[in-house]
């Protein structure tokens, strides 16, 4: 028999990585997931993948092509407004607040630093600066949606490598902003909340 014309059989692992890719697919559709399936699905299947259309699709095929991790940072990690972080990526933080001024769990920085928006489209965030978007929590930001895009695009400036351009990154939120929705390179759509797992999927710290 031609074993060229005979798909060959998927082994063990291999359906099982299938089954997380169908699952990570119906969460992109919008599926309502819980906290713990969106734990499973929030970690690729091989490695990190550090374009959204490779997350989505999990690169099956593309085992000589895996990396181990993006080199991203967290939102986390650009709240510290140190000078080795931030000058790097040509933005401003903005001055920062006495501490007498800012209450526990607010961000400690005036609005004086680059604004978010003039940067990205839209005006979801008002005249807030990219230091206090990082700072947004969940009830004002829901999933922390500009805190990772603001991470993503200070790693984009900061990282040639990181997998992203600072232009991919604005343009992932022109389009959440505009359609409430991404869709990648290779056509997959992806919800506000998919698009904050793909971010996190970049980071090197939690």
Same mark, same amino acid.
């Given at each position: 028999?031609?074993?060229?014309?005979?798909?060959?059989?998927?082994?063990?692992?291999?359906?099982?990585?299938?089954? *997380?890719?169908?699952?990570?697919?119906?969460?992109?559709?919008?599926?309502?997931?819980?906290?713990?399936?969106?734990?499973?699905?929030?970690?690729?299947?091989?490695?990190?993948?550090?374009?959204?259309?490779?997350?989505?699709?999990?690169?099956?095929?593309?085992?000589?092509?895996?990396?181990? *991790?993006?080199?991203?940072?967290?939102?986390?990690?650009?709240?510290?407004?140190?000078?080795?972080?931030?000058?790097? *990526?040509?933005?401003?933080?903005?001055?920062?607040?006495?501490?007498?001024?800012?209450?526990?769990?607010?961000?400690?920085?005036?609005?004086?630093?680059?604004?978010?928006?003039?940067?990205?489209?839209?005006?979801?965030?008002?005249?807030?600066?990219?230091?206090?978007? &990082?700072?947004?929590?969940?009830?004002?930001?829901?999933?922390?949606?500009?805190?990772?895009?603001?991470?993503? &695009?200070?790693?984009?400036?900061?990282?040639?490598?990181?997998?992203?351009?600072?232009?991919?990154?604005?343009?992932?939120?022109?389009?959440?902003?505009?359609?409430?929705?991404?869709?990648?390179?290779?056509?997959?759509?992806? *919800?506000?909340?998919?698009?904050?797992?793909?971010?996190?999927?970049?980071?090197?710290?939690?």
């Amino acid at each position: 028999m031609d074993k060229t014309s005979v798909e060959p059989e998927l082994n063990i692992s291999d359906k099982e990585a299938d089954c *997380t890719l169908r699952s990570r697919r119906k969460i992109l559709k919008g599926a309502t997931v819980t906290p713990l399936l969106m734990t499973v699905v929030s970690r690729p299947v091989l490695g990190a993948q550090c374009s959204p259309s490779a997350w989505v699709s999990g690169n099956l095929s593309d085992h000589g092509h895996e990396r181990d *991790t993006c080199g991203g940072r967290s939102p986390g990690y650009w709240q510290t407004n140190r000078h080795y972080r931030w000058s790097p *990526t040509g933005y401003n933080p903005g001055t920062k607040e006495d501490q007498d001024h800012a209450g526990h769990g607010q961000c400690p920085y005036k609005s004086d630093g680059t604004k978010f928006h003039e940067i990205f489209a839209g005006h979801r965030y008002s005249d807030k600066s990219l230091m206090q978007v &990082l700072w947004l929590e969940g009830h004002d930001d829901k999933y922390q949606l500009g805190a990772h895009i603001v991470a993503a &695009l200070l790693n984009a400036a900061s990282m040639p490598d990181y997998g992203m351009s600072v232009d991919n990154v604005k343009e992932i939120y022109r389009q959440l902003e505009m359609y409430g929705e991404y869709r990648t390179s290779t056509g997959e759509t992806m *919800t506000p909340e998919a698009v904050v797992m793909f971010i996190q999927n970049t980071f090197l710290d939690s």
